[in-house]
């Protein structure tokens, strides 16, 4: 794809084939993310990691019950639904995938939750709201997706009102992929693509704070939170090696990216960092 605008098709492929689709209902319970474990916890209570990842996020947004708080990219809203519930934030997310706006608005009203969570369309680079109009923000590995994270992040700014919080999570390289070992490049370049990680290829976790200056922001904190999503990474790896390697023989692995996922990309674990980045947009 060009680094102009929103590979839509390239999403829809990552998210909506009926393997991804099993796999985030089934298996991650319609998150859309990894997960969180403290030093001593079992690596095999993904969903427990994944409430506790969830918890790391309204802590780090730090508002008061009743803040108005934009999801970027919010999936089936599994995420926007815990800080409405357990932080008494007012959530709007925004995601370009119809079906998963469809889906994050049944789940809330069959949770009861439909005051308290809103879902509407919108791409992150261009979003559909005033200047100001947050208190925070947030986006769950979904700046992953970015075609333009500069572009992305000047718009979450932008919407955020003077002393906003944003708060960034999810898997980024240790550095840029051009100084990356030449094997780990061949396998991770191919798998940004198909997994239409494109901002992946632009920010890493040696840079990822200077993009958040430029765009204006002041970084309070970028936590290298690596050591907490490895228990993950191992669990995933363990339970779906060889599902996979059954798919990938028999099967059309182009169905099961997200198997792909949890799997390729442990060989390559040692060039992947994840972080939480915290920043507020100065008051001044």
Request: proline fraction near 5%.
């Amino acid at each position: 794809m060009s680094a102009q605008g929103l590979d839509l098709a390239g999403l829809r492929r990552v998210y909506g084939r009926a393997g991804s689709r099993w796999f985030y209902t089934r298996v991650a319970r319609n998150a859309r993310h990894w997960g969180w474990t403290e030093p001593g916890q079992s690596k095999w209570r993904l969903w427990r990691a994944q409430r506790q990842l969830e918890d790391v996020l309204g802590r780090k947004l730090a508002l008061p019950a009743g803040a108005r708080v934009l999801d970027a990219g919010c999936g089936a809203g599994v995420v926007a639904r815990a800080m409405a519930l357990r932080f008494g934030l007012a959530v709007t997310g925004v995601d370009v995938l119809d079906f998963h706006l469809a889906e994050a608005a049944r789940l809330s009203a069959r949770a009861r939750m439909g005051d308290r969570t809103v879902f509407r369309f919108g791409d992150f680079h261009r979003l559909p709201f005033d200047d100001g109009e947050f208190d925070g923000a947030y986006s769950m590995e979904t700046l992953v997706h970015s075609y333009d994270p500069p572009r992305a992040l000047a718009e979450l700014h932008r919407v955020l009102r003077p002393g906003g919080r944003l708060v960034l999570l999810g898997p980024m390289s240790t550095g840029p992929l051009d100084e990356m070992e030449p094997g780990a490049r061949a396998l991770i370049e191919p798998y940004l693509d198909a997994m239409t990680m494109t901002g992946s290829k632009v920010y890493h976790a040696g840079n990822l704070s200077r993009l958040l200056a430029e765009a204006g922001f002041e970084v309070e904190e970028a936590l290298d939170a690596t050591p907490y999503y490895l228990p993950t990474s191992e669990a995933v790896y363990a339970y779906f090696r060889l599902p996979w390697e059954i798919l990938r023989r028999f099967g059309d692995p182009a169905k099961w990216l997200n198997l792909r996922s949890t799997v390729e990309m442990y060989g390559v674990r040692e060039h992947v960092a994840w972080y939480v980045h915290t920043a507020v947009k100065p008051s001044r």
